[in-house]
Structures are given as structure tokens and as C-alpha cells.
């Protein structure tokens, strides 16, 4: 029997991995302190002309105040003088407001010019806080840069395939080499969390953590790439990893926080994810979805897994408008065997029956169909029904040739 968990999406790199990381980079810390100057400065500066618009206005009261009390000085100097010296009190009045007059346009414009500094001043501070806030973002992202390649994270793509290599060293990975695949796989979780890290690359990498016994580590990259594309496939590791691990993580597009859960509620709960998930018969990387299920059944086996999700396939099923694919009825008919029911060897043929009339009608190109094929022979070996299996594929007309074509690489 193939499973899935162990070799990540095929056994070799996944699809439109790339190394486009330019998403752009996180700031690394708060620099809101220079903001919030320019803030208190601005203030500062409305304030002052508030102030200086009040002056204004007291001293244009205070002078027609003035005005109105000369009136009365005015009638009573102008009458001595006409007495005196003969002016009249038309004249005294003129010279008077004439006086006045001037001098309240001197006050006027004082104070315009004392506006008209603090708007210029007002405006070159606005340009200035402006030029910062662009300094400023260039700053941050060449200090991100600098934490990142001082990470490695710089480069999650030739990090994952350093870590391929250590994989692939098997029973010959030390303790100085398990060290190096940590620190690799702790770069591209970094990577993963500013969100320049391709999902499908974050996805192998959990895979190869959990291989690792890296199990933390493989549950946060695991949701972070659910988080960034929750694709079928994605869902389902994320799920997989919750019902094998007990521990479950939230990403809120900042930071990682541990779900504060009892580990049986986390695994309970993430097993009806995955039910939910083969709820409608999923097509497009159908093979993830089912053996992730079948796989965490496996595992639990003890605690009737084994009939709750046969009884999700069976009841996919009914809906013809959504046909189960070749590999849904390759699980279904696994699961057969795995449950023993009194019952089980022919409901393990039929099952077989259907999955190679699916088969028959599949794309080879197709994501599954390699798999279908090869876990088909393969069952049919492990339960010592192989011949029967064959007779089987011979009746929708699949021949020999076209099974080991069929399990060459996908």
C-alpha cells in the first residue's frame, strides 16, 4: 500500500514551485514614535494659529472698545479746542480714527505675517514628515532584508532543497545533520510567516519536518499553508497533522499562537474536517484528500474510524452529478479490507469493479491515476486477491500493459 503522507505530493518537487519571493518584505519593528512627533508638532502648530487668530480679533475689539470711548473724549477735547483755538471737532475726530486706523492695520499685519510664517513652516514640515515616511519604508525593508538573509530565508527554495538532501540521507542522519535540517526548516517557517514563501514549497517542507520528527515545526508550517492558499490538499495535511500531533495553531497574517485546546478535542475536531472534506467527491488532487482520511482511520482504528469514514464515501456516492473518482473507490475498497466485515471480500470486489470503470473513462494525465492504479495491484497482492483483481481490469478492458504503464512515473 502507497501512502501519501510520507512522500508529500509526488516524489519529486510539486507544481509552479518558483523562485519569485518578491511579495514584499515585513517591517521588523515600530518606528511610530517619529510619526506620533510630527503628530504633536502639527497640533502644536494649528493651535498657535488658533491663538494668534483669537489675538487678533481681542485687539480689533479692544480697539473699536477704544474707539468708542475716544468718541466721548474726542466731543469733549473738541469743544475746548473750538473754545481754545479755534479747530473743529470734524478735524480732531479725523485725526483721531485717522490714528486709529493705522494703527490697527500695523496690528493686522503683524499678525498676518506671524500666520503666514507659521503656514510656511506648517507646509515645509509636511513636506519633510512626507520625504520621512518614504526614507522610512526603504529603511525598514533593507533592515527586513538584512534579518532575512541573516535567517537564510532569503532563499526557501534552495533552503528546501539543502533539506531534500539530508531527507534523503535516511538512516544515515546524525545529530550535526539533524541539527542543519532544523535550522533550515525553522528559515523557511520564518519565510512562510512574512508570506514569501511559495505554499507549495511550505507544504513539502511540513511534509519532510514531519518525516524529521520535527512535529511542531510540521504543524505551524502545515497551517501556514492553509492559511496562504487553502486548497484541498492543504486542508487536508493541515487536518492530518492536528489528529497526529494533538496540537493545533492560528495564524492571523502576523504571528503563529498554539490553540489552547485539550489534545483529544483538537483531534476530534480535525478528524470531521477531513470527513467533511470527502463530503462532495473531491476531483482535483482527490488522491490527498483520501489518503490523508485513510490514513488518520488507519491510525484510529480502534475508535470506529474505520466505519465512520466508509460511511462518508458510501453517501458521496448517491449524487451522480458528482462522480467519485477512480482513487475515492481504490480507498473505499481498502477500507473493505481494513474493516473485515463478514462481508468484506465482496464488497471489496465491487469496489474494485467500480474503481476500474472510473478508471477506464480517467485521463492518465490526471493527479490520481497513477496512484489508482498502483494501490490497486497493490491491495489486490496484500489481501491475495491479485488474479481476481486482474480479471477485473480485464473486464473494462485494461490489459496488462496498460497497468504497468500505468504505474510507471506519474
Known amino acids: 500500500m502507497i ?45 498657535d494659529r488658533e491663538r494668534i487668530s483669537s489675538e487678533m480679533e481681542a485687539n480689533r475689539f479692544l480697539l473699536r472698545s477704544t474707539l468708542g470711548l475716544g468718541s466721548f473724549l474726542v466731543i469733549g477735547l473738541g469743544a475746548a ?24 492695520q500695523a496690528a493686522i499685519t503683524r499678525n498676518s505675517e506671524n500666520v503666514r510664517e507659521i503656514d510656511q513652516i506648517s507646509n515645509e514640515l509636511k513636506a519633510a514628515q ?13 533592515s527586513g532584508l538584512k534579518t532575512l538573509q541573516a535567517l537564510g530565508v532569503q532563499d526557501p527554495y534552495g533552503n528546501y532543497l539543502k533539506l531534500v538532501e539530508i531527507e534523503q540521507m535516511g538512516d544515515n542522519v546524525n545529530d550535526g545533520d539533524r541539527a542543519v535540517a532544523f535550522q533550515l526548516i525553522n528559515s523557511i517557517l520564518e519565510a512562510a510567516t512574512v508570506g514569501i514563501a511559495e505554499p507549495n514549497l511550505v507544504f513539502n517542507t511540513a511534509v519532510s519536518a514531519g518525516r524529521l520528527e520535527f512535529n511542531s515545526e510540521a504543524v505551524k508550517l502545515a497551517t501556514l499553508t492553509n492559511y496562504w492558499h487553502p486548497s484541498l490538499s492543504n486542508r487536508a495535511i493541515s487536518a492530518e497533522f492536528a489528529t497526529l500531533y494533538g496540537v493545533e495553531f ?3 497574517g502576523k504571528e503563529l499562537q498554539e490553540v489552547d485546546k485539550p489534545a483529544d478535542v483538537v483531534r476530534s475536531e480535525a478528524w ?12 482535483q488532487e482527490a488522491e490527498q484528500a483520501y489518503s490523508r482520511a485513510s490514513n488518520v482511520a488507519a491510525r484510529n482504528r480502534s475508535n470506529g474510524y474505520f466505519p465512520e469514514l466508509i460511511a462518508t464515501i458510501e453517501t458521496s456516492m448517491q449524487d451522480p452529478s458528482t462522480p467519485i473518482t ?67 481490469a480485464q473486464a473494462y478492458g485494461i490489459t496488462m500493459e496498460d497497468l504497468m504503464l500505468g504505474m510507471g512515473p506519474n
Open 3 to 47: 501512502c501519501l503522507t510520507g512522500s508529500g505530493r509526488t516524489g519529486s518537487l510539486p507544481r509552479n514551485l518558483s523562485k519569485d519571493f518578491s511579495e514584499g518584505l515585513v517591517p521588523q519593528e515600530d518606528t511610530n514614535d517619529s510619526i506620533e512627533m510630527f503628530r504633536v508638532l502639527s497640533q502644536s502648530i494649528s493651535n
Open 81 to 104: 479746542a473750538v473754545y481754545l483755538v479755534g479747530a473743529s471737532i470734524a478735524d480732531l475726530k479725523s485725526e483721531v480714527l485717522s490714528l486709529a486706523d493705522s494703527r490697527v
Open 130 to 142: 512626507e520625504t520621512y515616511l518614504e526614507y522610512r519604508v526603504a529603511l525598514e525593508s533593507l
Open 250 to 252: 492560528e495564524y492571523d
Open 272 to 283: 470531521a474536517e477531513l470527513l467533511k472534506l470527502l463530503e462532495v467527491p473531491p476531483r
Open 326 to 392: 477512480s482513487y475515492g473507490l481504490v480507498t473505499l475498497a481498502k477500507l473493505y479490507s481494513w474493516n473485515a466485515d463478514p462481508d468484506w471480500e465482496a464488497d471489496y470486489i465491487a469496489a474494485i469493479g467500480l474503481a476500474f470503470e472510473a478508471l477506464a473513462e480517467e485521463s492518465p494525465a490526471s493527479s490520481w491515476y497513477h496512484h489508482s492504479i498502483t494501490e490497486l495491484l497493490e491491495s489486490g497482492d496484500s489481501v491475495g486477491r491479485f488474479q481476481e483483481v486482474l480479471q477485473v
